[in-house]
């Protein structure tokens, strides 16, 4: 559909566990906690996630 341009959503464990598709350690940093900070959108894309599948509705639909 128009939302995804025809491609494919992927599964979010694809993005954040090892051995997943779009898995890169390259994204994660290895630091101790408190010791480091970078800024990331990335619980916003969880928690789209979240709400998709308690709603059963797409995020941009349920946005609306």
Sequence with gaps: ???T???EVPK???LLL???K???TCSYVN???GS???YSNLNYVIMGTLLER???TRFDIWMR
């Design 1 to 3: 559909d128009s939302a």
């Design 5 to 7: 341009n025809g491609y």
């Design 12 to 14: 979010l464990s694809e």
């Design 18 to 20: 090892p051995g997943g």
């Design 22 to 24: 779009y898995y890169r």
């Design 31 to 33: 630091k101790k906690p």
């Design 36 to 38: 480091y900070y970078a």
């Design 54 to 56: 308690l709603t059963n």
